[in-house]
């Protein structure tokens, strides 16, 4: 969490609000000094720790597709053979 370079000194409250019942789920209190905003402001804005790629969620999503895709070509192969032989029993 960062906090904004504006923020007052003094304490702070963040609340988690669940959006469709509307109740409190959880809340947490924090202090906000002077020193400490400064040193946030500074974390903030030091591009050396931010990357341009984004994070990684530990799925690889190639052999689904893949998959995926053998599954369709195998049903478009079964449909073009039942097409096939139907038209050859219908013509003798």
């Known amino acids: 969490m960062t906090i904004p370079a504006g923020a007052e000194a003094g304490t702070h409250h963040i609340v988690l609000v669940d959006s469709v019942t509307g109740f409190t789920v959880s ?8 020193a400490a905003a400064a040193t946030n402001v500074k974390a903030a804005t030091d591009t050396k720790s931010v990357s341009g790629a984004l994070a990684s969620t530990g799925f690889d999503a190639l052999m689904p597709a893949l998959l995926a895709g053998l599954l369709v070509l195998a049903g478009l192969g079964i449909g073009a053979f039942q097409l096939v032989t139907k038209r050859r029993r219908t013509a003798q």
């Open 27 to 34: 809340s947490a209190a924090f202090t906000v000094s002077p």
